[in-house]
């Protein structure tokens, strides 16, 4: 069910100002995909047009295409809102529902999309939280609001929520900057354990976490400030972390640059 | 002075960093004291009002304490001093009419507050006599209220949504713009207008409705603005995360930013609710006042609180005076208890933190 995702010559803009510019690569299904390159070179705004959320911070807006199996997300009378149920996204920060419960958190998507039945809610809450290597310390306060839980709990929680919808694919925006070693140890086992089952794409600002879970990895960089980011290689991980083909890479991977 | 009769305190002056403090009781000393003198100058100088000896109690601490702690303790802590007790003496100066305001209300009104004046009309009541009650214009109040709160409410609440949630370019600006103008308009105004509209163009006679109509007007910009701020407040990672789950923006909004700030806005809709409860000037035009019980807001002249007081008060004899300052305690008790109840709806749906 895991699907690949094929990009060509995509810009993505903030009202007049280009973000990224030209990018065209390929997302292999059932893999971990990740993107490093330095603060503010586009990684997080190309993700974000992977399941076209760029387009809900004000003035952006996208050129180019994105096909997913084949079919381009921006094309015409594509819905965002049924997008967004196939590519499922985990954002930097932590950010659980406060007002619902550690339940409902995780069956936030299916309730409020509407056509689950409630006797099959309880099923998929225990999957996803299981999923997410969650249940044992959940499972005996599902009724407990969810911002109890620690930072690293939230997070896994929030992966919860977003495979409790069957997404076919993984964003993950930077998804343990805010958390400890021994909870991003969780997480990435978690990433290596669901990418049998879906295409994960990571934004990451740690190289070492890019060459510990990816199978694939994409080098970002800017030519200047007030320039747009682009693609400067992708390939895969141990080929770009033992023997990139440019120059730039080497530098950023090797800490001599950016 | 020798090594061994050092104290540790002489040690660590070598370092400047002792300075002398005024002790703890020192702030109460000096309060003591200028409150005495201010006594002895106001009973010297003939001073009659109580008033006024507080002033100059307040004036001999803050600038007593200031002088004092220049000299003993030197100016960064005279001047923290001076911050401290100007926060006090403006405490004071706010706190002071509240509670007298609060005592005189209850000791003059609870001389007649009792069942009877809760549940009869003024009916036949002869009001120079005692007697009499207070329950039309409490109906009044509430079912003028309510008409006014249902008016507002949904209108307010989905402006600020309008505003916040989807407004953008000219037309959100003008909302804006204009709901600031709606914010400074005088409430006697409200009532030309609907007096001009609705009872001279329309035709239609007084009614507490006439009335709801006004206070709706009135209520409506502060239910936008309270809204607008408890909505703004709600971090827009919640929005993200629930569109990334693929969940449309209106339900978006009515499940996920709505339940997170349901208590701010509670909180926002009842204090504008408090404050229509209060008004006078529009009722006094559309309402007209009743010394009789008219259970039917759409038609007939009805009474109010407010309107009430005022009525009481104009009469001018003893009787009405009791009449007047118990119904003000039942509108101050009205706006505590809807205050009350918000707080505990605020508490009760607001985002909870516990493991």
């Not at chain 1, 990816?214 to 800017?222: K, P």
């Not at chain 1, 730039?248 to 090797?254: F, P, R, W």
């Not at chain 2, 120079?128 to 329950?135: A, S, T």
């Not at chain 2, 006042?289 to 009469?315: K, R």
């Amino acid at each position: 069910m895991a699907k690949r995702i094929d990009i060509n010559g995509l810009n993505a803009y903030y009202g007049d100002f280009k973000a990224i510019e030209d990018i065209s690569m390929s997302v292999e299904p059932k893999s971990v995909t990740a993107f490093i390159g330095p603060s503010g070179c586009g990684k997080s705004t190309f993700l974000r047009t992977l399941n076209r959320m760029h387009e809900v911070a004000s003035g952006g807006r996208v050129e180019g295409e994105v096909l997913l199996d084949g079919e381009n997300l921006y094309g015409p009378g594509v819905d965002p809102v049924a997008v967004r149920r196939v590519v499922g996204m985990v954002f930097q920060r932590p950010n659980p529902f406060p007002t619902m419960s550690i339940y409902d958190n995780v069956a936030a998507g299916l309730k409020l999309n509407g056509g689950v039945k409630k006797s099959d809610l309880d099923g998929v809450v225990e999957e996803s939280l299981k999923g997410a290597n969650l249940w044992n310390e959940v499972k005996d306060r599902l009724n407990k609001p969810g911002s109890g839980l620690s930072g690293g709990q939230q997070q896994r929680l929030c992966i919860a929520r977003a495979i409790a919808v069957q997404p076919q694919v993984l964003l993950m925006d930077e998804p343990c900057s805010a958390l400890d070693p021994i909870s991003t140890l969780a997480i990435e086992d978690l990433m290596a354990k669901l990418k049998d089952q879906f295409t994960i794409v990571i934004v990451t600002h740690n190289m070492q976490q890019a060459a510990r879970v990816s199978d694939r990895t994409a080098f970002f960089n800017l030519a200047g400030v007030g320039q747009p980011g682009r693609l400067i290689e992708v390939d895969d991980t141990q080929k770009i972390f033992s023997n990139p083909a440019v120059q730039a890479t080497e530098d950023y991977i090797s800490g001599r640059f950016g | 002075m020798t090594a061994t009769t050092m104290t540790p305190a002489d040690r660590a002056d070598h370092l400047g960093i002792h300075q002398p403090r005024l002790p703890k009781w020192g702030p109460a000393v000096i309060a003591a004291g200028s409150a005495a003198v201010a006594i002895a100058i106001g009973l010297v100088a003939g001073l009659q009002s109580k008033i006024q000896w507080g002033l100059i109690a307040a004036i001999l601490f803050v600038i007593g304490q200031y002088v004092i702690a220049s000299r003993v303790e030197g100016r960064r802590q005279a001047k923290d001093r001076l911050a401290t007790a100007l926060v006090w003496v403006a405490f004071l100066l706010a706190v002071v009419p509240l509670a007298s305001l609060i005592y005189e209300t209850i000791a003059r009104g609870i001389k007649v507050l009792n069942g009877y004046f809760l549940t009869h009309s003024m009916n036949g009541v002869v009001t120079i006599q005692p007697g009499g009650g207070v329950y039309h214009a409490l109906l009044g109040t509430i079912e003028q209220v309510a008409i006014a709160t249902l008016i507002a409410a949904p209108i307010g609440l989905l402006t600020a949504i309008y505003l916040v949630e989807y407004g953008k370019g000219k037309l959100a600006k003008a909302v804006t713009f204009f709901v600031d103008v709606m914010t400074g308009i005088p409430s006697i105004v409200a009532g030309l207008f609907i007096l001009s509209v609705w009872i001279m163009m329309l035709g239609f006679g007084y009614s507490g409705f006439a009335g709801s109509l006004a206070l709706a007007i009135l209520m409506m910009p502060t239910v936008v603005r309270s809204t607008e701020e408890m909505l703004k407040l709600v971090p827009n990672e919640l929005r993200e995360a629930s569109y990334a789950l693929g969940v449309p923006k209106w339900k978006t909004i009515l499940k996920v930013v709505l339940p997170t700030s349901i208590g701010g806005i509670t909180t926002g809709v009842m204090l504008s609710i408090a404050r229509i409860t209060g008004e006078t000037a529009p009722l006094l035009l559309l309402v007209f006042g009743n010394p009789m019980i008219n259970n039917n807001p759409f038609e007939g002249a009805q009474a109010s609180l407010p309107l009430y007081i005022y009525e009481q008060w104009a009469n001018g004899n003893e009787a009405s005076y009791d009449r007047a300052w118990a119904a003000a305690l039942v509108l101050i008790a009205f706006v505590m208890i809807l205050n009350l109840v918000a707080r505990g709806i605020a508490r009760w749906k607001s985002p909870k933190t516990g493991r």
